[in-house]
């Protein structure tokens, strides 16, 4: 910090009222190459673990793992709520006639080509240009026939969308793998 630098500090600290001199709190706290010298390591150690969470074997920082969560729980319940909640869509025509959603889920990172399905990593992603995504796969019940003769059929795992995959959330390939394992498989976080 530079002398005018300094004097401003000072200055706002004596319209504050603080008693203790702003030069002596920087060089407490700010000494050589700004490393904090006036704390403690235990205090040092708290703060370090305060920002770094243990997630799926491996450590994520505060805010990554906020948006880990949330994907999360949209993958696991949300998605789930959201098609119970329009579970059921009726014909204009003829009510009896419908398709109901029985349950939906997320399926593993795939792509599909010429009928074979591929499972996909984020290292292959990369590579491609492709997007790291997973089909959405339902169950539906529905109602097949004319007026006179009605069945109800069932079809299980429709694929109805993809859904682009967080890297290191629980449908990733890379959850709950460390760095060596990772390294062995010979893809990157």
Not at 133 to 146: F, H, K, M, R
């Amino acid at each position: 910090m530079n002398e005018a630098e300094m004097e401003k500090w000072t200055g706002i600290a004596q319209v504050r009222g603080e008693k203790e001199d702003t030069r002596q709190r920087f060089s407490k706290y700010a000494g050589a190459g700004n490393n904090l010298s006036g704390i403690s390591d235990e205090s040092k150690a708290r703060r370090r673990a305060s920002k770094e969470h243990q997630y799926g074997g491996e450590q994520v920082r505060g805010l990554v793992k906020q948006h880990l969560d949330s994907f999360n729980y949209f993958v696991n319940t949300g998605i789930k709520k959201i098609v119970r909640a329009n579970d059921r869509i009726v014909s204009g025509i003829d009510p009896s006639i419908y398709l109901r959603f029985k349950d939906v889920r997320i399926g593993q990172p795939s792509v599909t080509m010429d009928g074979v399905s591929e499972k996909l990593n984020p290292h292959m992603c990369r590579l491609s240009d492709m997007t790291y995504a997973a089909p959405i796969l339902v169950n539906i019940e529905y109602i097949q026939g004319s007026h006179t003769e009605k069945t109800i059929m069932e079809k299980n795992d429709v694929v109805i969308g993809r859904m682009p995959i967080m890297l290191r959330s629980c449908c990733c390939v890379l959850y709950g793998k460390d760095e060596a394992e990772l390294s062995r498989l010979g893809l990157c976080a």
